[in-house]
């Protein structure tokens, strides 16, 4: 069968109804139009992994200045992911070794009592709505032991992350701007009080937890301001709480529809790391990331120009067969996987450590304790597009007695 007119193929990567299985969308992109218009002609859409990655890699060409093109409650760019190198690489030499795979390692036993406790409490039910009963709260869980806050303040962070990123679910009607507007930054404002109060507290009598690390950390002799602090901390929120629940979400849908490779996570356990890096690649819950091109420039023959939005699509780029053999098998034992989930270059996911510790975490606990599961009888998942969530999830399994 003919592919369809690809200028409808950039307008579904936005529609939530292809949003489960938005791979025959990418197959066209890549086939077809690996520089696409983006619907409303707000800019491109590139697809091809050595594109993506050339892009991700040339940040004076491909800058992540976009904090006046996107609105997130912010006052200032959030750091270190709406800045470019140099400024950038002097944060992210500060902040990798607070994110450092060691560091991570000890939050494991406190993930790993939550994902249980979670579990403990819909488990005999032989059923769940796996988005708000697990994967939502465990990666909120985890930024809450992070900082060393109350795990009280749970709601309160969900609130103000979702009044960032979803305030049409806050709003009388979700078609009044001002009124989204208006939602967006007052969870903005809350966020900048919130941690304005913390700094004080914490410089008064550290404790080990990452805002005491900000408290007390410098760049070349000279501490952190408050609002180098403070828009950190934003960043924290918006890039380490959605991008979890959307990659549990995925990985758990994924492996409920798919009983055989499930069994092989029953089986063989220590593969769920192979798997994990497979489904990431696979699902690419983060799909794109957002750049502004800096120059006039080219990419794939087709002229960009200065000023120009781009969307680095790193879901299409996942399945490019230029770079995987066989990539639209999922195989948890790929010998190479050079999977670009967590981007690459300069501004690559400062929290992979701790986001491959909390699903490892969370896919063990899950194996051990739940039995074989499935989508519920007769029920469908929903997803959204952008951040892949899968904001329905319903699960069951046969209860043990
Ligand atoms: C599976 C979960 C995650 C995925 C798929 C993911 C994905 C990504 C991607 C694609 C980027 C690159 C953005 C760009 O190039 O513009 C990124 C950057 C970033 N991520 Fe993650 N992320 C995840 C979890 C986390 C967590 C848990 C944290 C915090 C603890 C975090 C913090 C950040 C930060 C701070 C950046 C910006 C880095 C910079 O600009 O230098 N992420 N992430």
């Not at 003919?2 to 066209?28: I, Q, V």
């Not at 579990?119 to 697990?134: H, K, M, V």
Request: aromatic residues 8%.
């Amino acid at each position: 069968m003919a592919s369809p007119p690809t200028s409808s193929a950039s307008h579904r990567l936005f529609d939530p109804a292809g949003a489960a299985c938005p791979h025959a969308t990418y197959r066209d992109l890549l086939d077809t139009d690996p520089v696409a218009t983006m619907p409303l002609s707000q800019g491109a859409i590139i697809s091809r992994y050595e594109d993506v990655v050339f892009a991700l890699r040339n940040p004076e060409i491909f800058s992540s200045e976009v904090s006046e093109k996107l609105d997130l409650g912010t006052e200032r760019p959030m750091i270190p992911q709406q800045i470019d190198p140099p400024r950038q690489t002097r944060y992210r030499k500060l902040l990798d070794p607070f994110f450092s795979r060691r560091r991570m390692k000890n939050l494991e036993p406190a993930i790993r009592r939550n994902a249980a406790s979670l579990i403990e409490s819909f488990l005999e039910s032989g059923q769940c709505e796996f988005n708000q009963q697990f994967a939502i709260p465990l990666p909120g869980q985890a930024f809450l032991h992070l900082f060393g806050l109350p795990m009280e303040d749970l709601s309160l962070f969900l609130q103000l992350k979702n009044g960032i990123i979803r305030p049409q679910q806050q709003a009388a009607d979700p078609f009044d701007a001002a009124e989204i507007d208006s939602i967006r930054s007052r969870a903005g404002q809350t966020i900048y009080a919130y941690f304005s109060e913390l700094i004080p507290i914490r410089r008064a009598s550290p404790r080990e937890d990452l805002m005491s690390s900000l408290v007390s950390a410098e760049i070349d002799g000279t501490p952190l301001s408050e609002e180098e602090i403070l828009d950190i901390c934003y960043l924290q929120i918006l890039a380490g709480l959605d991008t979890v629940t959307a990659t549990l979400g995925c990985l758990i849908a994924y492996l409920a529809a798919n009983p055989e490779q499930q069994r092989r996570i029953y089986e063989q356990p220590s593969q769920i790391e192979g798997a994990i890096e497979e489904l990431l690649r696979w699902e690419t819950p983060v799909t794109g990331v957002p750049r502004i091109v800096t120059q006039d420039t080219e990419i794939a023959g087709t002229p960009l120009r200065a000023g120009e939005m781009v969307m680095l699509l790193l879901g299409a780029a996942n399945i490019d067969s230029n770079e995987f053999d066989e990539a639209e098998n999922v195989d948890f034992e790929r010998s190479r996987n050079r999977h670009i989930a967590f981007g690459a270059g300069h501004h690559r996911c400062l929290g992979s450590h701790l986001a491959r510790l909390e699903l490892r975490v969370a896919l063990e606990e899950w194996h051990a304790l739940i039995p074989p599961y499935s989508i519920r009888a007769g029920e469908v998942p929903t997803y959204s597009p952008g951040i892949r969530e899968v904001q329905y999830l319903p699960l069951s399994w046969t209860a043990r007695r």
